[in-house]
């Protein structure tokens, strides 16, 4: 299967903590990206990284990728309550034309 | 809010039922995907539209049959749905139909449906 796995699963925080969660995949990729589910919503697409980029930053957010590990880490900074979400790692490997989902981290921010 | 409507939000029907779930966007995106997400998982590819044809199909069962109408519509038409379809069914919409790892999707809000 394409499908990425997410570690960990959940997670709880305070606010004002920061958050990482982990994201691997099996196949070569060109590009790597996260979004954001709130409860019962649909997806937010938060940011995007492509495969000779290592790091990358937007607001609190900052994306690692490391090709060779086939990993990527999603790090929120002093996380509000509103970001109490899951977190989900997608990724197109291949030739093939599909966008899979990482089995997600579900994170509590405690206010 | 967000930039893919569906409707509708809520469907609950019968298993002899024949029902449509209805996806539109006006932001002028040329591929458009269902998804469906079980509770507590990730969202699973069910179909892929690319300029109104249908590109992907994962092995979806003929009791979900996808139709798009014209580059901004996208529908989802159900029939004798088994309870283990219950699901948040999401439609999706990208820029670049051949890149979609390079195309971030833009989701709607789900029709969460329960079959009886």
């Known amino acids: 299967s394409q499908q990425g796995e997410e570690d960990p699963q959940a997670l709880s925080i305070q606010e004002g903590e920061n958050a990482t969660m982990n994201c691997s995949y099996k196949?070569?990729?060109?590009?790597l990206q996260w979004y954001r589910q709130n409860s019962g919503r649909g997806l937010v697409h938060l940011i995007l990284?492509?495969?000779?980029?290592r790091e990358k930053h937007s607001g609190r957010l900052r994306v690692t990728l490391d090709t060779s590990k086939k990993s990527s880490s999603l790090l929120i900074t002093a996380s509000r309550a509103a970001d109490t979400a899951s977190y989900f790692c997608?990724?197109?490997?291949?030739?093939?034309?599909?966008?899979?989902f990482g089995t997600g981290t579900l994170l509590a921010v405690q206010p | 809010d967000t930039e893919v409507t569906q409707t509708p939000k809520h469907l609950v029907m019968g298993m002899t039922n024949k029902k449509s779930l209805k996806c539109e966007q006006h932001m002028g995106h040329r591929a458009m995907y269902w998804y469906k997400q079980k509770a507590k998982k990730p969202p699973e590819l069910m179909f892929v539209?690319?300029?109104?044809?249908?590109?992907i199909n994962e092995s979806v069962p003929s009791r979900f049959s996808p139709e798009c109408p014209n580059s901004s519509l996208l529908n989802l038409h159900l029939h004798a749905l088994q309870p283990e379809d219950s699901a948040l069914y999401l439609c999706a919409s990208s820029h670049h139909p051949h890149r979609v790892d390079n195309s971030p999707l833009h989701f709607g809000n789900g029709t969460r449906l329960t079959v009886t």
């Open positions: 196949t070569s990729i060109n590009n």
């Open positions: 997608a990724t197109a490997g291949g030739a093939t034309n599909k966008l899979i």
């Open positions: 990284i492509r495969s000779n980029e």
């Open positions: 539209y690319s300029y109104e044809k249908l590109s």
